[in-house]
């Protein structure tokens, strides 16, 4: 099992920029270097359901994003520093909530697709999440 731990959330202005990261750790047992896993980026607005909104594929490390954040949000990887990253420009209020990562040891295709990307049954580890407000 991977322990993941979000950070780097916090208020920002309309139009500013975050970078989230999400640091993971396994047992000593384990063989499994980072790039083994998929991850992904949820959010959770007050209210609503949680949603996905960019994947990073195993291996290789094809992406995937949601429309509303595509051209705005980039998700990378360091697996040297077994993190990843959520780099979040052009905030906007709708932006805001938790933000989770998740990981998944399964195959996944070098270019992920969409729908698996972004389905929570698609991850097995999850982090506690970081908040995010974007508000003036």
């Known amino acids: 099992q991977l322990q993941l731990v979000e950070s780097g959330g916090g208020l920002v202005q309309p139009g500013g920029s975050l970078r989230l990261s999400c640091a993971a750790s396994?047992?000593?047992?384990?063989?499994?270097?980072?790039?083994?896993?998929?991850i992904g980026w949820f959010r959770q607005a007050p209210g609503k359901e949680r949603e996905g909104v960019s994947c990073?594929?195993?291996?290789?490390?094809?992406?995937n994003y949601t429309d509303s954040v595509r051209g705005r949000f980039t998700i990378s990887r360091d697996v040297v520093k077994n993190t990843a990253y959520l780099q979040m420009n052009s905030l906007r209020p709708e932006d805001t909530g938790v933000y989770y990562c998740?990981?998944?040891?399964?195959?996944?295709?070098?270019?992920?697709?969409?729908?698996?990307?972004?389905?929570?049954?698609?991850?097995?580890?999850w982090g506690q999440g970081t908040q995010v407000t974007v508000s003036s």
């Open positions: 990073i594929s195993s291996g290789d490390g094809g992406t």
């Open positions: 998740a990981a998944d040891l399964t195959p996944w295709p070098a270019t992920p697709e969409l729908e698996r990307c972004t389905l929570r049954a698609s991850y097995a580890s």
């Open positions: 396994h047992s000593a047992a384990s063989v499994d270097t980072f790039d083994y896993y998929a």
